[in-house]
């Protein structure tokens, strides 16, 4: 299996799950849509580094470095999806499930390109 085949795997797993926290905090937890997603992307962190890590990537990098890296590039793609968050619900009066989604795109986008060629850049593609 490719690593990009692997980092969709990894990806669809992690996205579905992370929606499903989001929309459990939502609409049984009775939270906003806001904290639902802060919840949904804090599981989804750590559910992420550690797939990718050892599953797409199969790293054998320092710890260390490698997790810095990686909260780094989440932190910019998450406030990338934060951003379209609040502004698809707030300004743009969009559903906020599908509001959910479309932010996640976002997300997607930059997490690929800076996990890629950043935070295991190091990586043999096998």
Known sequence: M?????????????TAFGYCIIFACMYLAGLSAEVSNVIGYAVGLVTSYLLNRNFTFRSKQRHHGEIARFVVVFA?????????????????????????????VVYVAASYAMNKFYVFKNVDAA
């Open 2 to 14: 490719s690593q990009f085949l692997r980092f969709l795997a990894v990806g669809v797993f992690n």
């Open 76 to 104: 910019i793609a998450y406030g990338a999806n934060f951003i379209a968050l609040i502004v698809l619900i707030r300004y743009l009066n969009v559903h906020e499930g599908l509001s959910q989604i479309l932010a996640g």
